[in-house]
């Protein structure tokens, strides 16, 4: 059973404008979330992280929201650019004595010259 | 710093065959975690290694298991593979345990199983 969903596989913007990253859970004991960016052929690298106290954390271009009650997290990249290309996982763990970490399966965000 | 390596990067096996895969952590990192990335899976959690024992273990086959060795390294080994194994394999590695601390993830190993 998947316990993190990003439902859009896909994504396309604009140069420029704003990418909205979306991604869902399931448990409501989890309380640290985080994303990650892939390129084909590497490994994902981390970008951000939120803990479940804060319902929002930003990091120059990049952005975490966090909506506890919704049980739903987004990733706002702004302004989007070209190198920006890549699948986006978001992650969450918690839980009393539950530390695995749960990834969603991945948004590829095309961003358009 | 050097970042988490994983060997080899390719490989390829035949259904029944047994393949270990490697991966070195980040220097000082004690924790090390296995994920089987497949198109339509995603990510999913093998096992996490931290100080040589295993703390955590995904929902996979006890064909899949592993190790870690006293300098953190880790191994991975399968067994008697079959098609759908073939996946994309990742490594990644912290100073705490998994679920802690963020995680570094090395490039991963792409094995084909024939």
């Known amino acids: 059973d998947q316990q993190v969903k990003q439902n859009s596989p896909s994504l396309s913007v604009q140069e420029g404008r704003i990418s909205i990253l979306n991604c869902d859970y399931t448990n409501s004991m989890f309380d640290y979330f985080l994303w990650y960016k892939k390129y084909p052929a590497e490994g994902p690298t981390f970008l951000i992280s939120i803990s479940s106290i804060k319902d929002k954390n930003e990091d120059g271009r990049f952005t975490v929201f966090l909506n506890k009650s919704a049980k739903h997290l987004s990733l706002h990249i702004v302004p989007s650019q070209p190198g920006d290309s890549a699948v986006y996982f978001c992650?969450?763990?918690?839980?009393?004595?539950?530390?695995?970490?749960?990834f969603g399966t991945g948004t590829r965000l095309t961003v358009i010259p | 710093k050097a970042g988490v390596t994983q060997t080899p990067r390719y490989l390829i096996k035949t259904r029944g065959q047994q393949v270990t895969l490697s991966c070195s952590p980040i220097s000082g990192h004690r924790s090390v975690s296995w994920y089987q990335q497949t198109p339509g899976q995603g990510l999913q959690f093998l096992f996490e290694y931290f100080s040589e024992t295993q703390r955590n273990k995904g929902n996979f086959p006890g064909r899949f298991s592993g190790r870690q060795f006293s300098n953190s390294r880790s191994e991975m080994n399968v067994s008697t593979l079959e098609l759908g194994d073939s996946a994309l394999y990742l490594c990644?590695?912290?100073?705490?345990?998994?679920?802690?601390?963020?995680?570094?993830f090395g490039p991963g190993t792409r094995l084909t199983v024939l």
């Open positions: 992650a969450a763990s918690g839980g009393t004595g539950a530390n695995n970490l749960f």
């Open positions: 990644a590695s912290s100073f705490l345990p998994m679920g802690t601390d963020t995680q570094y």
